[in-house]
């Protein structure tokens, strides 16, 4: 067992799964010991095995033990502890995603073993969401900020690298395990096998989750059951210095949209993702070369498509100062269908060089292939029968795009005690439309309109660097400095969208978002203490936004009314946001207390507003005691803490909102026993007061008091 006292933790501090304690028969010996810095291996930001108490940048993880004790129904809820990290759900209580440091989950780069995954979509708050089964993994890294060159600057806000099990220490070992929460009145079953059988390494695994609509103190919210399920496989093949994997794996999810209308404005209104999948195939091989220079050399390739449904429906009923139409109803009908079609290749080597420089350098190709088909259809009728309209649209659109990137990164222990990383991404950017063909027919007339190719260019040199000294006993202080760049998708370019009685265009003139972005850090681990802890700035700009048509060319000459909202992006915003991020742990008692939180300002700027009320936060964080019960019968570990943020104020709309702060008493039981600790039992309680809250970014209300019960069968 690697720790004891991090087996209930839910507090995901960037060390705490370096904790090593030393406990008695009955109660945890408060003469506790930290263990080896070395002993958290991370990848995401080296592109090889090294400590995280070496990490040129600030990342935290969550272990395989954290994984193995979540109740939660969405793996997004797993991360929300993470100083710096918030949940988002865009209405879709099955498909919450994350945000990092302020920006949105648009900003944010998702990988899978390093692969990215993309999602070619529009919005802020559309990122690709986190379509991966936690059955599967082994262990998750988030980078805050756009430290990883070498995984790709595809994001501003930061990097989070799901990593899977590849094999095992023995033949065959594996969990059952199931869960069920009050919340929602749903089950949630996964099972697991790996090993090593020879030169062979594997894992099989799958999930099937049934979530109903959650309770809040007010009740059940309706539109809030959400369904997924996933299957995956890995095999993997050991040669001498060779290896050699195989990843298939599906994640499947049914979700739709919560929407409160409290005014009555709308006669109907839905918003239904039926379907939403996500399927992959990735390669991989390392060979160890171990020369004198060259020491590894790593290629994986991947194929993986995203297929989405997408069915809206908004139906108005608007008073007429007529006589003769008194009131008119207008019903929209949405039907989307798309197809995201996703290869990708990276080559890579790892070089020791004189001087005490550890080189990386490496290629990567990716495309993205689009296919989206539209329906819709508008009536418009008065109450008196004066107008009685039917409109029927069709539209298929088809786009691509490609990028070629070369990266590299230097470690150059120059001195004693010093390290300087010096990282660089060039991208070369190819984005086109190949086909868009749309079809309208209204009072039996029909029109057809063909959308001319298109194309767009960008090529971007991105850089990093940072300054790392551990001069000082138990310390590890570090500087970087990093440049985000986040390109448009094919959803802002090219594409025509339509949900909520609106119209979007694509344009093919946007430019990619940029950051600068600078953190100091330090890193403590001594006397029983663990802490980690960074200051941050990022200045961002040409954020890409949806704004009002005024009869532009690329609006087709419409503009927006109060009747019929048409909207284009274009290049308009701007945000600067400063902030601080702390983890703390004190093991040198019979409980271990810990907080983590995050204080942020962050300020956005317009071409008609400036403001720092921009929806965040103040603070956010948790704060808690764990303690660990050792008995010969069973291992109990409790976890009593407080999750908590402050109000916040969102005025950059124009519309202002307010959400007001809350906190939250929750607690987590754990329990191992069996001969082998084989069987667990994890009971959480969660919201305790019952509070009635929403967080500043998610749009459905929170549960209130809930159980969740998770049983689990390690083999």
């Known amino acids: 067992m690697l720790h004891t006292v991090s087996r209930g933790s839910f507090a995901l501090s960037a060390l705490a799964i370096c904790i090593s304690t030393t406990v008695g028969t009955t109660t945890a010996n408060a003469a506790q010991n930290a263990a080896p810095k070395e002993e958290t291996l991370v990848v995401t930001a080296n592109r090889a095995q090294s400590s995280l108490w070496e990490s040129p940048a600030t990342i935290q993880v969550i272990d395989q033990q954290t994984l193995k004790n979540a109740t939660s129904t969405s793996i997004a809820d797993d991360l929300q502890d993470i100083p710096g990290v918030e949940v988002t759900d865009n209405s879709l209580a099955g498909r919450k995603q994350i945000r990092i440091r302020g920006e949105a989950s648009s900003r944010v780069l998702i990988l899978i073993d390093g692969q990215e995954v993309t999602y070619q979509r529009a919005g802020d708050n559309y990122g690709v969401g986190l379509l991966i089964d936690e059955s599967a993994l082994e262990r998750i890294e988030v980078v805050k900020g756009p430290y990883s060159v070498l995984y790709g600057s595809q994001a501003i806000g930061g990097v989070v690298n799901f990593i899977t099990r590849k094999g095992g220490d023995k033949p065959i070992a594996g969990t059952v395990k199931a869960v069920y929460n009050s919340s929602t009145a749903g089950w949630e079953e996964s099972a697991a096998a790996w090993g090593s059988i020879g ?34 496989i890995w095999l993997g093949y050991n040669l001498d210095n060779q290896h050699f ?53 790593h290629i994986d390739a991947y194929q993986q498509t995203i297929e989405r449904q997408f069915e809206n429906e908004v139906k108005t009923t608007q008073a007429i100062p007529s006589p003769m139409i008194q009131a008119l109803t207008v019903h929209n009908q949405t039907h989307t269908h798309d197809k995201q079609y996703t290869q990708g ?45 039917a409109t029927q649209t069709r539209s298929y659109y088809e786009s691509e795009q490609s990028n070629t990137s070369l990266f590299a990164q230097n470690d150059w222990h120059f001195a004693d005690n010093w390290t300087w990383t010096l990282g660089a991404r060039q991208y070369w950017l190819s984005s086109k439309l190949t086909r868009g063909d749309g079809q309208s027919t209204a009072s039996g007339v029909t029109s057809d309109a063909s959308i001319p190719g298109q194309s767009a260019h960008d090529s971007e040199l991105v850089t990093s660097t940072s300054l790392r000294y551990s001069g000082f006993d138990n310390v590890e202080l570090r500087a970087a400095f ?20 609106s119209v979007t265009y694509g344009n093919p003139d946007l430019k990619a978002e940029h950051s600068n972005n600078v953190e100091l850090g330090a890193r403590y681990n001594g006397n029983m203490w ?81 403001t720092t009320h921009t929806g965040e936060p103040t603070i956010n964080g948790r704060v808690g005691l764990k303690h660990t019960l050792m008995l010969n019968a069973a291992n109990v570990t409790s ?18 909102t307010r959400s007001p702060g809350w906190a939250t008493l929750n607690l987590a039981v754990n329990t191992e026993f069996g001969a082998n600790d084989q069987y667990q039992v994890n009971l959480a309680l969660n919201n305790l ?27």
């Open 199 to 232: 030169q062979f390494d594997y894992r099989i695994n799958g999930s099937y989750s049934d979530q109903g609509d959650r309770k809040t103190p007010d009740g059940r919210l309706p539109d809030t059951h959400n369904r997924n399920n996933s299957q995956a």
């Open 245 to 297: 994997g195989l990843s298939l794996d599906r994640y499947r999810l049914s979700t739709q949209t919560y929407f409160e209308d409290t005014e009555g404005a709308y006669d109907a209104f839905s918003v239904k993702i039926p379907k939403l999948e996500r399927e992959k195939v990735g390669l991989f091989y390392d060979i160890d070369v171990d020369g004198d220079y060259l020491k590894k050399i």
């Open 345 to 389: 290749l990276t080559l890579q080597s790892n070089f020791t060089l004189l001087a005490d420089n550890n080189l990386v350098l490496g290629a990567q190709y990716k495309r993205d292939r689009v296919s989206q088909t539209s329906a819709g259809n508008t009536t418009n009728q008065s109450a008196t029968g004066l107008i009685n309209t």
């Open 482 to 501: 990093a440049q985000g760049y986040v390109f448009p998708t094919l959803s802002q370019l090219f594409m025509q969208t339509s949900a909520g009685g």
């Open 530 to 610: 663990l802490v980690d802890g960074a200051v941050y700035y990022s200045e961002a700009k040409d954020y890409i936004a949806s704004v009002a048509c005024a009869g532009e060319a690329v609006c087709k000459g419409n503009s927006a009314t109060s009747r019929g909202g048409y909207y284009y992006y274009d290049n308009m915003d701007k945000a600067k946001t400063w902030g601080m991020e702390l983890s703390a742990e004190y093991n040198g008692w019979a409980v271990s207390p810990y907080i983590s939180g995050n204080l942020i300002r962050r300020q956005y700027e317009t071409a008609t507003l400036k």
């Open 639 to 656: 976890d009593v803490f407080i999750r908590a943020a402050s109000s916040a104020k969102d005025d950059s709309s124009g519309t202002e």
């Open 689 to 715: 007061t019952d509070k009635r809250y929403r967080t500043a970014h998610e749009s459905i209300p929170a549960a209130g008091f809930n159980a969740a019960i998770g049983f689990a069968w390690n083999f």
